[in-house]
């Protein structure tokens, strides 16, 4: 049902109007009527109808002024006017209120029914319109903690890819490059930087607590991304658009973390809350952040801990280019030696631009990386051998370096050796695998083997082993046994004397009818058939 106001001073045009109502609408519309400007402002700050019929001219404040005043707290409501007269003016200041229908006096059944008609049209719109909102939100209200925890425990498994947080990102509308975590540890007491009974706590936490305590956050920190309950923890990530935190920003955070501990303590049965931040990173470097909140929070008993504030976080000169350094490691990480030269080009070239009298420093940070960058390369796990005595030139290499253009040229050659290692030695360790896999099918491929034989030669599991070989060679490994069975089968079916029952044998199949089916399915024809044909 919805409501309607009809205003005019004539009470016989207001009888004639809730009479239409009635008579047509039955059962859709409560009623109300108003006889002058005032009664009708009054009338609608109680009533909150949906639909007015205002009269424009009326005693004292006229219909003009009353839709203009009615507007302010009613901002959805339909108006259509009624006047005797014709008035330009007045017909444009009502399509400024953004009336629906401007009517004039006198007016016939008709006009009214349709009117009222193209109202309820536009109400019932505006309903569905309300109730898709709310379902769209309920149901988001359910995916967004979805996608917020997948998001948090991606960043502090550092299990994502660059895809994976960019689409991350999209979905729950970070526009920054940077961020930093939030650890609430809780538990019955604190004892000195310990809660206690972490482990009761948690399932208090996951069962009762948990959406009390993300309200809070959410209420004090708008742009907080919140994850599950792990432990006796909640992760949290904020994003950030600077690579450096402001001091009075870290103070805001502070402050409202304290009043958030407090807030969760008494929402939630008098457990104790206690919150560790960790410093600005990189989005994908969010692991680090993380850690050092937990860092923070064990190197004091406070409620809250911020690493800035501690002995514990790496701390860089105001103009240290720590993103460069990040990029320049993350994609020598991922063996991509284009870009990892690129970054340290730009390292190097930084350390010319403000230290270039500082000679040794500038030495010292070249073999810092080389060394770092190799030591990566070792870690990568792609088959690189360390080699003790493989790097006893570097010293004198780079302090005895003529220039600095030569000693950059050292340096960036060092870089992209090590990426390009990387990303070899995983390609060449997916190739000798391969390889060796394709020699032991050529050596075993007259007997009976299965996935998970070859699986265990190369001691691998048989899904990633499948995985593999699907990757490398575009087919499964039955497939390609098969395959390399039937033209075993071909080249045996040239010799006369040998049988079908003696090649199945030998390729690997002790059932005849099965290796008949297999090798028709391959070739179109029965092994008899195409021994036959290759006989003639």
Same mark, same amino acid.
């Given at each position: 049902?919805?409501?309607?106001?009809?205003?005019?001073?004539?009470?016989?045009?207001?009888?004639?109007?809730?009479?239409?109502?009635?008579?047509?609408?039955?059962?859709?519309?409560?009623?109300?009527?108003?006889?002058?400007?005032?009664?009708?402002?009054?009338?609608?700050?109680?009533?909150?109808?949906?639909?007015?019929?205002?009269?424009?001219?009326?005693?004292?404040?006229?219909?003009?002024?009353?839709?203009?005043?009615?507007?302010?707290?009613?901002?959805?409501?339909?108006?259509?006017?009624?006047?005797?007269?014709?008035?330009?003016?007045?017909?444009?200041?009502?399509?400024?209120?953004?009336?629906?229908?401007?009517?004039?006096?006198?007016?016939?059944?008709?006009?009214?029914?349709?009117?009222?008609?193209?109202?309820?049209?536009?109400?019932?719109?505006?309903?569905?319109?309300?109730?898709?909102?709310?379902?769209?939100?309920?149901?988001?209200?359910?995916?967004?903690?979805?996608?917020?925890?997948?998001?948090?425990?991606?960043?502090?498994?550092?299990?994502?890819?660059?895809?994976?947080?960019?689409?991350?990102?999209?979905?729950?509308?970070?526009?920054?490059?940077?961020?930093?975590?939030?650890?609430?540890?809780?538990?019955?007491?604190?004892?000195?930087?310990?809660?206690?009974?972490?482990?009761?706590?948690?399932?208090?936490?996951?069962?009762?607590?948990?959406?009390?305590?993300?309200?809070?956050?959410?209420?004090?920190?708008?742009?907080?991304?919140?994850?599950?309950?792990?432990?006796?923890?909640?992760?949290?990530?904020?994003?950030?658009?600077?690579?450096?935190?402001?001091?009075?920003?870290?103070?805001?955070?502070?402050?409202?973390?304290?009043?958030?501990?407090?807030?969760?303590?008494?929402?939630?049965?008098?457990?104790?809350?206690?919150?560790?931040?960790?410093?600005?990173?990189?989005?994908?470097?969010?692991?680090?952040?993380?850690?050092?909140?937990?860092?923070?929070?064990?190197?004091?008993?406070?409620?809250?801990?911020?690493? =800035?504030?501690?002995?514990?976080?790496? @701390?860089? %000169?105001? /103009?240290?280019?720590?993103?460069?350094?990040? !990029? +320049? #490691?993350?994609?020598?990480?991922?063996?991509?030696?284009?870009?990892?030269?690129?970054?340290?080009?730009?390292?190097?070239?930084?350390?010319?631009?403000?230290?270039?009298?500082?000679?040794?420093?500038?030495?010292?940070?070249?073999?810092?990386?080389?060394?770092?960058?190799?030591?990566?390369?070792?870690?990568?796990?792609?088959?690189?051998?360390?080699?003790?005595?493989?790097?006893?030139?570097?010293?004198?290499?780079?302090?005895?370096?003529?220039?600095?253009?030569?000693?950059?040229?050292?340096?960036?050659?060092?870089?992209?050796?090590?990426?390009?290692?990387?990303?070899?030695?995983?390609?060449?360790?997916?190739?000798?695998?391969?390889?060796?896999?394709?020699?032991?099918?050529?050596?075993?491929?007259?007997? =009976?083997?299965?996935?998970?034989?070859? @699986?265990? %030669?190369? /001691?691998?599991?048989?899904?990633?082993?499948? !995985? +593999? #070989?699907?990757?490398?060679?575009?087919?499964?490994?039955?497939?390609?046994?098969?395959?390399?069975?039937?033209?075993?089968?071909?080249?045996?079916?040239?010799?006369?004397?040998?049988?079908?029952?003696?090649?199945?044998?030998?390729?690997?199949?002790?059932?005849?009818?099965?290796?008949?089916?297999?090798?028709?399915?391959?070739?179109?024809?029965?092994?008899?058939?195409?021994?036959?044909?290759?006989?003639?």
């Amino acid at each position: 049902m919805y409501r309607i106001m009809l205003t005019d001073d004539e009470g016989i045009v207001l009888n004639s109007l809730t009479f239409l109502v009635e008579k047509n609408f039955e059962g859709q519309f409560e009623i109300e009527t108003a006889k002058s400007g005032r009664a009708a402002i009054e009338t609608a700050e109680h009533f909150r109808p949906d639909v007015i019929f205002m009269d424009i001219q009326m005693p004292g404040i006229n219909g003009i002024d009353a839709m203009r005043e009615i507007r302010e707290f009613l901002p959805g409501v339909i108006f259509i006017v009624l006047t005797a007269y014709d008035k330009f003016d007045y017909a444009k200041e009502a399509i400024n209120l953004g009336v629906m229908e401007y009517i004039n006096k006198p007016f016939n059944q008709q006009a009214i029914v349709d009117v009222i008609n193209q109202a309820v049209k536009e109400l019932d719109l505006r309903r569905e319109k309300r109730r898709n909102e709310l379902r769209t939100k309920e149901r988001l209200e359910t995916v967004v903690p979805i996608i917020e925890n997948g998001f948090v425990f991606s960043l502090i498994l550092h299990e994502h890819f660059e895809e994976d947080i960019s689409n991350y990102k999209n979905l729950l509308g970070i526009e920054a490059e940077y961020g930093f975590m939030m650890v609430i540890v809780f538990g019955d007491s604190q004892q000195d930087n310990y809660m206690t009974n972490n482990i009761g706590s948690s399932i208090r936490a996951q069962t009762t607590y948990y959406s009390k305590v993300r309200e809070i956050l959410k209420e004090t920190f708008p742009d907080v991304i919140v994850g599950n309950v792990t432990s006796n923890k909640i992760p949290a990530f904020f994003p950030y658009d600077e690579s450096v935190m402001k001091y009075r920003d870290r103070e805001d955070i502070i402050e409202k973390s304290r009043v958030a501990a407090r807030a969760m303590r008494a929402a939630t049965d008098d457990t104790h809350y206690r919150i560790g931040i960790g410093g600005v990173v990189r989005i994908a470097d969010s692991v680090n952040s993380y850690e050092d909140a937990i860092k923070a929070l064990y190197s004091t008993n406070g409620s809250v801990a911020h690493v =800035d504030d501690l002995p514990i976080a790496v @701390s860089y %000169e105001s /103009n240290y280019p720590i993103d460069i350094e990040d !990029k +320049l #490691f993350d994609y020598l990480g991922k063996g991509n030696a284009d870009e990892a030269v690129v970054y340290a080009s730009k390292f190097f070239d930084w350390m010319l631009d403000t230290s270039k009298d500082d000679v040794m420093s500038i030495r010292l940070k070249a073999l810092e990386y080389v060394l770092r960058a190799e030591s990566d390369m070792y870690r990568s796990g792609t088959g690189t051998i360390y080699r003790f005595g493989s790097r006893t030139t570097y010293l004198n290499d780079v302090m005895t370096s003529p220039t600095m253009d030569a000693l950059k040229t050292w340096y960036l050659d060092k870089i992209r050796t090590a990426a390009e290692n990387i990303n070899k030695g995983s390609v060449d360790h997916t190739h000798h695998l391969i390889k060796k896999a394709l020699e032991y099918i050529e050596e075993n491929y007259s007997k =009976d083997i299965s996935l998970d034989d070859i @699986s265990k %030669e190369l /001691n691998l599991s048989t899904y990633y082993f499948s !995985k +593999l #070989f699907k990757e490398e060679k575009g087919e499964n490994f039955v497939e390609y046994l098969t395959e390399r069975r039937v033209e075993r089968a071909k080249e045996l079916m040239k010799d006369p004397s040998r049988s079908i029952k003696e090649i199945s044998s030998e390729c690997g199949y002790s059932d005849p009818n099965y290796f008949s089916r297999i090798f028709k399915k391959n070739t179109g024809m029965t092994p008899t058939e195409y021994k036959d044909k290759v006989e003639n």
